[in-house]
């Protein structure tokens, strides 16, 4: 049974932040909300912690895990960042978008792409989210809890919803899968990340979400 914890969406309360990482830092899985939908995630760094990140989404081990981190310096520690992907991200974040990038050594395997060996990486426009990475220190794994997985493929794709869903019902189906839900009152939104593939040498939209077209004006 999850432990849920209410936050304040725009002022969250310190302590309760602090609740939050410390569970983290034992290796919970929590349900979150983030500036698109809510996700499931937990330390990046927690290695078991992935593992039932991925169980409860069903994802393989070859399908690759996004994950948030505070700032586009902190984005340079875990991925390879061109000038021309900086020029882009510099220009969209914090903000609805996903950046596919070529990874560095400290993303675990776990997480990445095993053939392309390359990531997912957001800088949320969420006041939660930042406060609890800025709290761990670390990255924060983040796959939709609405959508069945995340599609990453090499094609354009539209924003598919699931029909709406209220945040009981949201509650009620993951409550007995994650250690810690964390409750803002406010109802789950559905418009889902932008992809930006930045591995290849000419950048490409391969998911339209939330912003896209503010993204297509820079890639």
């Not at 929590?30 to 939908?37: A, F, I, S």
């Not at 990046?44 to 992935?50: D, E, F, G, P, Q």
């Not at 598919?160 to 406010?186: A, C, M, S, Y």
Request: aromatic letters at 6%; proline letters at 8%; a neutral charge.
């Amino acid at each position: 049974m999850a432990n849920i914890i209410q936050v304040h969406p725009d002022n969250p309360q310190i302590q309760r932040i602090e609740e939050i990482k410390l569970a983290l830092q034992r290796g919970a899985v929590m349900l979150y909300p983030t500036d698109t939908v809510y996700a499931i995630g937990c330390d990046l760094n927690a290695k078991s912690a992935v593992e039932k990140v991925r169980k409860i989404k069903q994802l393989a081990n070859d399908k690759p895990l996004t994950f948030l981190c505070p700032s586009l310096s902190n984005v340079s520690t875990y991925a390879f960042v061109s000038d021309t992907a900086y020029k882009i991200m510099k220009r969209l974040i914090p903000g609805p978008y996903t950046f596919l990038l070529p990874a560095t050594k400290l993303v675990p395997r776990l997480v990445q792409n095993p053939k392309r060996k390359t990531t997912g990486i957001r800088v949320p426009n969420s006041t939660i989210c930042l406060e609890l990475l800025t709290a761990l220190g670390n990255p924060i794994i983040s796959t939709s809890a609405h959508l069945p997985s995340d599609n990453t493929a090499d094609e354009i794709l539209e924003m598919t919803p699931e029909p709406p869903i209220t945040q009981f019902e949201l509650f009620d189906r993951l409550h007995k899968l994650v250690d810690v839900i964390v409750d803002t009152g406010n109802e789950p939104t559905y418009q889902v990340s932008t992809i930006v593939d930045l591995t290849i040498e000419q950048p490409m939209i391969i998911r339209k979400g939330l912003g896209w077209e503010e993204a297509a004006v820079w890639v």
